[in-house]
């Protein structure tokens, strides 16, 4: 079955940087984009950033764009959310997604806290 696991999520402070990243398994992950999402305290969850299956087009959140970049590498079935210059407002559960044949998967996430 499909399964997405997200990890490198922690407690930064403003102005850091870090690093998710989400392993899948389960279906052939070159063969399709991937996503990253978000959901702050008290919000709804957002797209945060989409790539395609072999990264050549990318797709950013106006809230991120210029500070965090998406990339993949399917030799390690592996997406990764470079974060940079964070703010508070970053603050967030960070989920992985796939969809696929109109099926949405989800990994459990990984809290992301910016506070000084």
């Known amino acids: 079955q499909v399964q997405l696991v997200e990890s490198g999520g922690g407690l930064v402070q403003p102005g850091g940087s870090l690093r998710l990243s989400c392993t899948a398994s389960?279906?052939?992950?070159?063969?399709?984009?991937m996503s990253w999402y978000r959901q702050g305290p008290g919000k709804e969850r957002e797209l945060v950033a989409t790539?395609?299956?072999?990264?050549?087009?990318?797709n950013y959140a106006d809230s991120v764009k210029g500070r965090f970049t998406i990339s993949r590498d399917n030799a390690k079935n592996t997406v990764y959310l470079q974060m940079n210059s964070l703010k508070s407002e970053d603050t967030a559960v960070y989920y992985c997604?796939?969809?696929?044949?109109?099926?949405?998967?989800w990994g459990r996430g990984t809290q992301v806290t910016v506070s000084s």
């Open positions: 389960g279906f052939t992950f070159s063969r399709w984009p």
């Open positions: 790539i395609t299956s072999y990264g050549n087009t990318l």
């Open positions: 997604n796939v969809l696929r044949f109109n099926i949405a998967y």
